[in-house]
């Protein structure tokens, strides 16, 4: 009798299809997240009771741990010791590692260096598993080739910045959610002391995303550190350009004896931007620059094979704008050079990721 009731009744019919039509929505956006397909997808979810985080966090940790602590333990302990190496030889890429926090005297930078600040900005792909235990470890023999003093990543999952953690112990890590996937920045202790961080929620994502914000002192210098990684998907412009206009919002109104600084995974289209615009007294780095040719597009898929797609692809979706601090006596942070990096392949035959990182470097004036 209930039966018919529920049928027969046109109130209830709605929220039928309505579930229908959520449940389609998150395994869509869980198949486009994950690389996955809808069956895959579905079956994480309805385990999970359709809960986004928790079924790509499963999705992600089934096989993550292993690869990570398989790869990194035992050969840590059977590594020969640096000082057996030959002169010659490099030691293997294996030893790479950031626990060194103070540079030998030799490579010291020198006074006028100490003053210039270097960020990189890369969405280090998380979500595709394939050899990322690998990839892991091919960003963090770049980050000891740039010793960045401040680093924005995005695409984190969670046993990836563990591995960070582990390696990098001269950072300081901010993350910017702590289930499925999430951004992140890494401080540089020894130049960057963080005074508070925060994350502001995008109101309509459908993707998860949101604002990781970090007011920091740089040699006396306040600066205002941002990172995010925009909708993704030429069909979410709409949502895009409004976390645009948030991020805009918030570099905009910070004081002015503060230099705004964000760089992140924008997936912008230049379109996308003038419809937004940005504030006066905001540049994109890249433009300020002169638009260098070399390190125009961040995601290229003819140039790097990580991903199999049909068409060539070429997009400056990673961007990097500054605000500089327009207030009496303090430092004016100005751009001064920018490059891609990342541009290696791996020993496993795969790039750090299915984008460049992008590596700037800013003088006080």
């Not at 929620?201 to 941002?226: E, H, I």
């Not at 003038?274 to 780095?285: M, T």
Request: hydrophobic share 35%.
């Amino acid at each position: 009798h209930n039966n018919t009731m529920a049928s027969s009744s046109d109130s209830d019919k709605p929220s039928v299809s309505n579930l229908e039509e959520n449940r389609t929505r998150l395994c869509d956006e869980f198949a486009a997240v994950a690389g996955t397909d809808g069956s895959v997808a579905q079956c994480y979810l309805a385990e999970n009771k359709w809960d986004m985080e928790r079924a790509l966090n499963s999705f992600f940790e089934a096989d993550m741990e292993t690869v990570f602590e398989v790869e990194d333990s035992p050969k840590r302990e059977i590594s020969p010791k640096p000082k057996r190496h030959k002169a010659e030889e490099k030691p293997p890429r294996d030893c790479i590692d950031l626990t060194e926090d103070s540079p030998a005297p030799s490579n010291k930078p020198s006074e006028e260096d100490d003053s210039k600040l270097s960020v990189v900005s890369w969405n280090v792909d998380g979500l595709d598993t394939d050899n990322l235990a690998e990839r892991a470890r091919g960003l963090c023999s770049y980050l000891v080739l740039y010793t960045p003093d401040v680093v924005f990543l995005q695409e984190l999952i969670p046993p990836y910045i563990q591995y960070l953690k582990k390696r990098a112990v001269s950072y300081l890590f901010i993350e910017g959610g702590e289930a499925g996937y999430f951004t992140g920045m890494m401080l540089k202790r020894s130049r960057i002391k963080l005074l508070e961080s925060e994350t502001v929620t995008y109101p309509t994502t459908q993707m998860m995303r949101n604002l990781l914000v970090a007011q920091v002192d740089f040699k006396g210098q306040r600066l205002c550190l941002m990172t995010s990684h925009l909708e993704s998907c030429k069909g979410h412009a709409a949502e895009r350009m409004k976390q645009l206009q948030v991020v805009m919002q918030r570099m905009r109104e910070a004081p002015d004896n503060v230099t705004v600084l964000f760089g992140g995974d924008t997936n912008l289209r230049d379109t996308e931007v003038a419809k937004v615009g940005l504030p006066s007294g905001v540049c994109d780095i890249w433009e300020r620059l002169g638009k260098p040719e070399h390190c125009r597009y961040t995601w290229d898929t003819k140039a790097n094979n990580n991903k199999t797609v049909p068409f060539v692809s070429r997009c400056r979706f990673d961007r990097v704008y500054l605000r500089p601090a327009t207030g009496d006596g303090v430092p004016h942070l100005a751009p001064e050079h920018m490059a891609l990096v990342g541009l290696e392949k791996l020993d496993c035959g795969r790039y750090t990721s299915d984008h460049w990182g992008i590596y700037c470097s800013f003088s006080a004036r």
